[in-house]
């Protein structure tokens, strides 16, 4: 009795933990509609999503053949897009077409930008015609641009209404949005002239204008700027909604803080994703998949290990004479590497933030590089006194911490300077720069390492 209790008491939480998911995934294979039901109770759509690609294919289709929830258009709207056109390539076409008729129209888009050209007509059939024209205008501008990721239903009221107006307007129309958080003021020609929350609104009395409640953050957004900066600005400056305008700055749609979050975390993700060589994985893609996006940027690891190993192939003598060399040779370029990629990791989210710019620049990199200067000394003293207690020789020591400081500086320095400069040849420099920063610390330490061995011990 009282782990049915408790089973109970579990199936009114309202997320997913790996309990829920074993009871769900046991529902499915007997095929228990009901049960299955009862599991996903309270769960949000973004944790249907979450389970979906959580489960393997096979589960993925029973689950879905069995599952007859009313949500479905908002679970498509929260998967990755790797999975998105596999699920629905599992809806037969009346279930798809139902699931979509209740979304918002930027989530329509999202959905249908990536598909194949028939489950995307069969999208847009569904829709109804100021909807799906709608959507097609949207699929007019650029990809990753806010007219993309705007929505067309805005609620604008003429800047000489008054707050009785504007409320008596509200409460008589019944096609509203189902989420707005201003009421946007327009002219005639359907310019935006500035927003007004609804909270103010609310407050004050019926006879106030509304243009004496505008925001003083005001900021219209091209339809063709790009989605990274529109995340940006909603970042830098608070907002929570602003109005999308064409090249005549008359008004074609609205952003919302919900979908300039999704863009600044896809951002986040694809930046630390990048910065692995892994590109835009996914845990949903297959092995060849994988395999696609990561041999590439392997490749070019393998070219640059070759370029290192030819340096060292220099020094081949110093190397027969003086074993300890080998022994120690890592530990140079080791250090340097990591070095490179705490400067290149900062300098990278700094450049995504806009926080490093011409007018800092110089600071930073003088800051970096007396950072990697300091760093290099310090270790520098440990690793002499190392080396010379390991191989009984104070030559090798001075030489390992000499090289230590001329790679930790050049480390910083790196890995500052090589992110920047790409950003300048309009190269992503969370893409190519750790593969650059690499390469310099490995030969940069080698080369110091065992050059100044050669000059040194032969």
């Known amino acids: 009795m009282l782990d049915e209790a408790a ?11 790996p309990r829920r998911v074993g009871r769900i995934l046991a529902a499915v294979e007997t095929g228990d509609a009901g049960r299955l039901e009862e599991f996903l109770d309270g769960l949000h759509p973004a944790d249907i999503a979450d389970l979906l690609e959580q489960i393997d294919e096979s ?13 479905v258009g ?12 596999d699920v629905i390539s599992l809806l037969d076409p009346e279930r798809l077409q139902a699931a979509v008729r209740d979304l918002d129209t930027d989530d329509v888009v999202d959905l249908v930008e990536d598909l194949e050209d028939v489950q995307k007509e069969a999208i847009l059939d569904a829709l109804e015609d100021v909807d799906r024209y709608a959507v097609e205008q949207a699929l007019g501008y650029p990809e990753d641009t806010a007219g993309r990721l705007m929505q067309r239903d805005v609620v604008t009221a003429p800047e ?12 008589d129309n019944e096609d509203l949005p189902d989420q707005f958080y201003h009421v946007t003021l327009v002219d005639p020609r359907m310019v935006p002239l500035g927003n007004v929350t609804l909270g103010r609104m609310l407050s004050a009395r ?36 602003t109005p999308v305008v064409d090249d005549g700055g008359r008004l074609v749609g609205v952003i919302t803080i919900d979908d300039a979050m999704i863009v600044l975390s896809d951002e986040h993700e694809e930046d630390i994703l990048r910065l692995a060589g892994v590109g835009d994985a996914s845990m949903s893609d297959n092995v060849m998949e994988t395999v696609r996006v ?3 940027w392997l490749a070019v690891n393998l070219g640059t290990a070759i370029l290192a190993s030819v340096v060292i192939s220099q020094f081949e003598n110093v ?3 003086v074993v300890a060399l080998a022994v120690l040779m890592p530990i140079v370029a080791s250090m340097g590497g990591n070095a490179g990629t705490q400067a290149l990791t900062v300098a990278v989210r700094a450049l995504a933030t806009r926080d490093l710019t011409g007018s800092n620049m110089l600071r930073v990199v003088r800051r970096e590089a007396l950072v990697g200067l300091v760093n290099g000394v310090a270790f520098a003293v440990v690793m002499g006194v190392i ?10 020591g001075a030489v390992l911490g000499a090289a230590m400081i001329i790679n930790l500086l050049v480390a910083g320095l790196s890995g500052i300077l090589i992110p920047v400069v790409l950003e300048r040849l309009k190269l992503d420099p969370a893409l190519a720069s750790g593969t650059f920063v690499t390469t310099v610390t490995d030969v940069v330490g080698f080369f110091a390492f065992l050059g100044l061995a050669t000059q040194v011990l032969l």
Not at 7 to 17: I, K, N, Q, R, Y
Not at 74 to 85: A, W
């Open 7 to 17: 089973e109970d008491t579990d199936m009114t939480d309202t997320h997913l933990d």
């Open 59 to 71: 589960e993925r289709e029973a689950f879905l053949r069995l599952w007859a929830g009313d949500s």
């Open 74 to 85: 908002e679970v498509l709207s929260e998967l990755d897009e790797g999975l998105r056109e």
């Open 160 to 171: 000489d209404w008054t707050v009785g107006q504007m409320i008596d307007f509200l409460r």
């Open 206 to 241: 019926r006879s106030v204008m509304l243009r004496d409640l505008t925001e003083e953050t005001f900021i219209p957004i091209h339809a063709t700027e790009s989605g990274e900066n529109v995340a940006y600005a909603f970042n830098q400056y608070h907002l929570i909604s």
């Open 294 to 296: 990561r041999l590439p």
């Open 319 to 321: 190397l027969a004479s």
């Open 387 to 396: 080396g010379w207690a390991w191989f009984g020789s104070a030559v090798i």
